[in-house]
Structures are given as structure tokens and as C-alpha cells.
């Protein structure tokens, strides 16, 4: 597995490929890409949203499967782990 975070600090999405490592080499073994993985992100509306205790939570935690790692796009004002499988 090929874990990756990613933070956008900024007001605009931000797309970009992760499939450049479809092979690598660790001591050994050969690792092959396996999947498209998932993304988990946590983030608000914007970049001043807070939680407050006892109300609805405008800061969440979200994963969702990746239909691709040819593109991968993140949303404005969050910070994301990417999980990808190898075998």
C-alpha cells in the first residue's frame, strides 16, 4: 500500500495524476500498482469552518473509492490521505 497525503490550502480544487508510480522497487521485491485506492478527506465549507460541541459539524471526515489515480482531484481547504494498493 502507497499512502500519500495531500493538503490544499487554497480556494480553488486541485487536480493532478498519481499513476506516474505505477512500479516500484523496495529492497528486493517489485510492487505493481493494484487498484485505484481511496481518499480520505477532511475538511469544512471554507477555511475559518470550526466544529462546535453539541451542533451540526461544519469540519468532516469523508472517503470515498477513487474511480482512477490518473486524476485525482481534492477540494479547497483540506487535508487528504490518498491509500492506493500494490501487490
Known amino acids: 500500500t502507497l499512502t500519500i497525503s495531500v493538503v490544499n490550502p487554497t480556494w480553488e480544487s486541485v487536480s493532478f495524476p498519481i499513476d506516474a508510480v505505477k512500479k516500484f522497487t523496495l529492497g528486493d521485491k517489485e ?4 487498484g485505484n485506492g481511496e481518499i480520505y478527506t477532511v475538511g ?3 477555511d475559518m469552518a470550526f466544529n462546535t460541541p453539541g451542533m451540526e459539524p461544519n469540519i468532516t471526515v469523508t472517503n470515498q ?23
Do not use: E
Not at 510492487?31 to 493494484?34: F, P, S
Open 31 to 34: 510492487y505493481t500498482l493494484a
Open 65 to 87: 473509492k477513487l474511480s482512477s489515480v490518473s486524476n485525482v482531484t481534492v477540494q479547497p481547504y483540506t487535508a487528504n490521505i490518498i491509500v492506493i494498493p500494490f501487490k
Open 44 to 46: 469544512g465549507d471554507d
